[in-house]
């Protein structure tokens, strides 16, 4: 059986570190709503234009678009175990994806308020490519610029200090019914904490009991990779 999971947390909660660890050591492709956009943005799709349009004026892509995005990718899939991430967000967009396939886990990152705060208000991303720093996790090879590109990095309006706190109260409410779905089936697990490397020993061994770890390694050891 191809094992299906998703991962949920509010921005800044380390979803993409953990993301990549769990592709690593379990060979499992991370889908992620954010990338599927940016691409469907540069190659100017029909949904790409109208997801830009949103995204331009501040405001959140609609269930719609997002769920044929994301549809249409897991529908070129069904041959492969996968993590989705950023998606579902809503109840609506986990109703939809309830109608094409049985989930088998949904992992939940638990960061207290204070933690994201400080993470989103030092997150400074590469608009083009999504990748993100942290100015005291991850910083810049040279303040201000992407390692790879060279191009400048921007702070989000979203992530500045003014914002934060209705964006995490926001993810909040909509994220609550979709817990509330998955706690239901039985599938749904929370790990809570401050520092990803100290959470990410329990979210392996929990995955090493549903799927066999394609590189395994000694989750006593200290990880050195830095947080999102």
Same mark, same amino acid.
């Given at each position: 059986?191809?094992?299906?999971?998703?991962?949920?947390?509010?921005?800044?909660?380390?979803?993409?570190?953990?993301?990549?660890?769990?592709?690593?050591?379990?060979?499992?492709?991370?889908?992620?709503?954010?990338?599927?956009?940016?691409?469907?943005?540069?190659?100017?799709?029909?949904?790409?234009?109208?997801?830009?349009?949103?995204?331009? *004026?501040?405001?959140?892509? @609609? &269930?719609?678009? !997002?769920? +044929?995005?994301?549809?249409?990718?897991?529908?070129?899939?069904?041959?492969?175990?996968?993590?989705?991430?950023?998606?579902?967000?809503?109840?609506?967009?986990?109703?939809?994806?309830?109608?094409?396939?049985?989930?088998?886990?949904?992992?939940?990152?638990?960061?207290?308020?204070?933690?994201?705060?400080?993470?989103?208000?030092?997150?400074?991303?590469?608009?083009?490519?999504?990748?993100?720093?942290?100015?005291?996790?991850?910083?810049?090879?040279?303040?201000?610029?992407?390692?790879?590109?060279?191009?400048?990095?921007?702070? *989000?309006?979203?992530?500045? @200090? &003014?914002?934060? !706190?209705? +964006?995490?109260?926001?993810?909040?409410?909509?994220?609550?019914?979709?817990?509330?779905?998955?706690?239901?089936?039985?599938?749904?697990?929370?790990?809570?904490?401050?520092?990803?490397?100290?959470?990410?020993?329990?979210?392996?061994?929990?995955?090493?009991?549903?799927?066999?770890?394609?590189?395994?390694?000694?989750?006593?050891?200290?990880?050195?990779?830095?947080?999102?």
């Amino acid at each position: 059986k191809l094992l299906r999971a998703v991962i949920l947390g509010p921005p800044g909660s380390g979803k993409g570190t953990v993301c990549q660890r769990i592709a690593k050591n379990f060979g499992l492709q991370h889908l992620s709503s954010g990338d599927f956009l940016r691409q469907n943005i540069r190659a100017s799709t029909e949904i790409g234009v109208m997801a830009k349009k949103y995204l331009e *004026q501040g405001l959140p892509v @609609p &269930d719609s678009l !997002i769920t +044929r995005v994301m549809l249409s990718e897991l529908e070129t899939m069904k041959n492969q175990p996968w993590l989705l991430d950023g998606f579902p967000r809503t109840l609506a967009q986990a109703e939809a994806l309830d109608k094409i396939c049985d989930l088998d886990l949904v992992i939940s990152l638990n960061i207290p308020f204070e933690t994201l705060k400080d993470r989103l208000n030092t997150r400074w991303i590469h608009q083009p490519s999504g990748r993100v720093y942290n100015l005291e996790f991850n910083p810049p090879n040279v303040h201000g610029i992407d390692d790879i590109s060279g191009e400048p990095l921007i702070q *989000q309006e979203h992530d500045k @200090p &003014d914002a934060v !706190i209705s +964006r995490l109260r926001q993810y909040k409410d909509v994220a609550k019914p979709v817990i509330e779905l998955y706690k239901n089936k039985g599938i749904f697990h929370t790990f809570s904490g401050t520092e990803t490397n100290r959470i990410w020993p329990y979210i392996y061994t929990l995955l090493s009991t549903k799927i066999t770890p394609v590189h395994p390694e000694d989750t006593s050891q200290a990880f050195c990779a830095e947080e999102h």
